[in-house]
């Protein structure tokens, strides 16, 4: 039987397949509210007829000055829950989970007064962003801590916490973008110790499911080492999240040698096996034997696919048909299907 196809449990949730609709930058929200609209409507709840088992929405903004533009979608405020929810149970009802990335962009923001943990820019077509203090520290850990409950009134089963590609969480677990010299900085210990403390405030509003998305290469010299990564995995498996979104890249500007179809697989690999945590494989993945052989072969839990899900909405069909899997047919599109 295709284990792509299986239903996996992870803490109080069951899904109905390993695939997953990967949160991509989609950059729709109208007039800087950071409101789901008709777009975000269409374009998840077809995902979720096309038979994804988890979806994930894009990066979601804990606060205002933690959006990568100002059309991205946010939870920074309870007026934005309602429409988070209506989306949910649209989802929902198509037979989907769904699950939202909270997320902070920090020096890689491109609405005014970015912030980070040291006053280094990404690159020349960024601005400098300001150096956090304790108090930006707090607070931002505390609207992490906000988004968290907002995602648990508005009916989400899945968080996701945004510590990879560069963004605020990530600049603070590297060498490259944190010369903190206290607590939150200068060691290993230190450059950790942000994130933990935001996974300690999202666990204290929520006891679903909690995944937190990693970039396990840093493409530089002096950037963190996979063998650091496994440490981070032990870390927050100790701290119950329950799965490591694997990706790389994105905290300095420089890029893989070389991208081909799978070609960050191994670090899920690696950190599933060496931490003892759940992983998703993401990157490139287009191809269902491919997909499958990721979860046969135990080289991750779930299959991401981003760019994939946004040519074909329907690519679970495409695989189900590819591996031989009779899927419950959406009862509207019987005689297609």
Known sequence: MSQLFQPLTIRNLTLPNRIVMSPMCMYASEAQDGKVNDWHRVHYTSRAVGQVGLII?????????????AQDLGIWEDEQIEGLRELVNMVHAQGAKIGIQLAHAGRKATVPSSIAPSPIAFSDHYETPQEMTQEDIRKTIKAFAEGARRAEEAGFDVIELHAAHGYLINAFMSPLSNKRLDGYGGSVDGRYRFLEETIDAVRSVWDKPLFVRISANEYAEKGNSLEVFIDYARRMKAQSVDLIDV???????????EVFPGYQVSYAQAIRQSAGIATGAVGMIT???HAEDIVHNLRADLVFLGRELLRDPYWPRRAAKTLGVELNTPASYARGW
């Open 57 to 69: 929405l894009e990066a979601t903004a804990v606060q205002p000055n933690g959006r990568i533009s």
């Open 247 to 257: 990706s790389t890249g994105g905290v300095v500007s420089s890029a893989p040698a």
């Open 287 to 289: 191809e269902p034997t």
